[in-house]
């Protein structure tokens, strides 16, 4: 494995390399930093150079301010350009999907195909709905600001369709413990990035032109009526294409690590 760090406008990008082939980036979600989903990147790394990376504001990396969605892109972008001149492939998982969609529109040059996993875009839903769903994620801060962020894990598992208590998990697969690190991680996910979610917007005639192959997906057993679902159904929609099913829930990466990198490798390929 390869660690370095990459200086960005108003922070700084801790990031990992490891592998063997056509590179692919995975951008997390949640309080995901670059060793979230290391259960899925341990099988994937027998076919590709992944590269994983901490978000600024979390883990190794390090921000000076909250940033806006297209800041987190902005960062992706430079990270990308840091490390080659070909398009790769990219695996956005929530909140790493709503980052991939910036690229694709962005600097579509940089992505060949985009996996966007229900990703969190509450600007493409209809405006009661949109009004809706902002309101949850308004709401988990509140409990976040009242009562900290173990209280607010409640309403925002509820908010993403996540029910910790029935994920299936493969023969094998632990979840990771709660560290201080990924307790600090949920904290600031929270506090700030709720409301880059909450604020973003992208030109959706621009995402529909845009050059960058995107599949959209959503989890098996994620629940239809929870927006991070509806939103990859719009997605689908948006682009003219199916939306394509992954093992697991919201957080399948981490649940079911090898079905989950099977159904990846099948659709890259």
Same mark, same amino acid.
């Given at each position: 494995? %390869?660690?370095?760090?990459?200086q ?23 309080e995901?930093?670059?060793?979230r989903?290391?259960?899925l990147v ?7 150079t ?6 600024r ?5 390090r921000t000076?301010?909250?940033?806006? !969605?297209?800041?987190?892109?902005d960062d992706v972008?430079?990270?990308l350009a840091?490390l080659t001149n070909e398009?790769?492939?990219?695996l956005?998982c929530?909140?790493?999907a709503?980052i991939?969609l ?8 940089q992505?060949?195909t985009?996996?966007?996993?229900e990703?969190?875009?509450?600007? !493409?839903?209809?405006a009661?709905? $949109?009004?809706h769903?902002? $309101?949850e ?7 976040f ?11 925002m598992? %509820? +908010?993403?369709?996540?029910n910790?208590a029935?994920?299936d ?8 413990p ?19 979610v ?10 529909? %032109?845009?050059?960058?192959?995107i599949?959209?997906?959503t ?10 679902h %509806?939103?990859?159904?719009?997605l689908?929609a ?7 099913e992954?093992?697991?829930g919201?957080?399948?990466n !981490?649940?079911?690590p +090898? ?11």
């Open positions: 494995m %390869k660690t370095n760090t990459l960005v406008p108003g922070g700084e990008l801790y990031y990992e390399i490891q592998g063997a082939g056509p590179l692919l980036l995975i951008s997390q979600s949640g995901g930093d670059a060793r989903s290391r259960h341990d099988r994937l790394i027998g076919d590709y992944v590269i994983t990376y901490d978000r504001g979390l883990a190794h990396s000076d301010e909250p940033a806006t !969605m297209a800041t987190h892109a972008h430079r990270l840091a398009p790769v492939a990219m956005g929530s909140m790493g709503a991939g910036h690229l694709a529109v962005r600097h579509p040059e992505l060949s985009l996996v966007a996993h990703p969190v875009t509450p600007w !493409m839903l209809g009661a709905e $949109r009004a769903h902002c $309101r994620l308004e709401e988990c801060q509140e409990v600001h009242r009562d900290g962020w173990q209280a607010a894990l409640k309403p598992v %509820k +908010t993403l369709g996540i910790p029935a994920q998990l493969e023969p094998g697969v632990q979840l990771p709660i560290t201080p690190e990924r307790a600090a991680g949920f904290a600031y996910f929270i506090a700030h990035d709720f409301t880059a909450r604020e973003d917007h992208l030109d959706a005639s621009a995402l529909q %032109k845009s050059p960058v192959r599949i959209p997906a989890g098996r057993t994620t629940p239809r009526q929870v927006f991070d %509806k939103c990859a159904v719009e689908a948006l682009r003219g294409v199916p939306l394509e992954f093992p697991g919201h957080n399948g !981490m649940t079911h +090898t079905a989950y990198a099977d159904r990846l490798r099948t659709l890259l390929s």
